[in-house]
């Protein structure tokens, strides 16, 4: 069975830094591209980040662009995202998922990052 | 990075249908076959429903069905039923430089 688990959420600063994990099992991970979407609350999904399958490739949303950056360990099977000059409107869950060629076949149940001082 | 336009909500009776709609460009709905739909209920994850615009994954109902005609997507939901109450989203591949794009959501109300 397929698992994304994603951790590291919680209450940081406006300026403070974070990183979120997310462990899969179940599949193969370094044969797929893995994707970071966000969701504030109340509020509609937003795509975040995308990392291809070895690692060399990455891409952004303009609103996190050099402020965040997704990484990959294949060898422990965990996505990363290192979140950096943290903002009130970064507020949100944040869901990892697995990308089948085109769409989120698998996703985690999220994790909560809350910007407040 | 323009999210991809859907209506606010839609409701419906059981045993009826329902469509939403995805309006977005020919930079992302209607310049590639890469639309998927998500369903969400509250305080959920979303769940595939639809891929490639009228692909459905396994375990999805017959009752679940994706069309696209130039820059807008469509789910459509015959046959409602009570546990179809949820949130929907579309989403579009959108390039090398945005990449993907979702809409806006749209909550789905059975009556």
């Known amino acids: 069975e397929v698992q994304l688990v994603e951790s590291g959420g919680g209450l940081v600063q406006p300026g403070g830094s974070l990183r979120l994990s997310c462990a899969a099992s179940g599949f193969t991970f370094s044969s797929y591209w893995m994707h970071w979407v966000r969701q504030a609350p109340g509020k509609g999904l937003v795509w975040v980040s995308r990392?291809?399958?070895?690692?060399?490739?990455?891409s952004y949303a303009d609103s996190v662009k050099g402020r965040f950056t997704i990484s990959r360990d294949n060898a422990k099977n965990t996505l990363y995202l290192q979140m950096n000059s943290l903002r009130a409107e970064d507020t949100a869950v944040y869901y990892c998922?697995?990308?089948?060629?085109?769409?989120?076949?698998?996703w985690g149940q999220g994790t909560l990052v809350t910007v407040s001082s | 990075q323009s999210a991809l336009t859907q209506p606010r909500s839609v409701s419906g009776s059981p045993g009826q249908s329902v469509t939403i709609s995805c309006t977005g460009t020919s930079s992302d709905v209607g310049g590639y076959n890469y639309v998927s739909w998500y369903q969400q209920h509250p305080g959920k994850a979303p769940k595939l429903m639809i891929y490639?615009?009228?692909k459905r994954p396994s375990g999805v109902p017959d009752r679940f069905s994706g069309s696209k005609s130039g820059n807008t997507a469509s789910l459509t939901i015959s046959g409602l039923q009570a546990e179809d109450e949820a949130d929907y989203y579309c989403?579009?591949?959108?390039?090398?430089?945005?990449?993907?794009?979702f809409g806006g959501g749209t909550k789905l109300t059975v009556l």
């Open positions: 490639d615009v009228s």
């Open positions: 990392i291809n399958s070895d690692g060399s490739s990455t």
């Open positions: 998922a697995r990308d089948l060629s085109g769409y989120y076949y698998n």
């Open positions: 989403c579009s591949y959108a390039g090398s430089y945005t990449f993907r794009v």
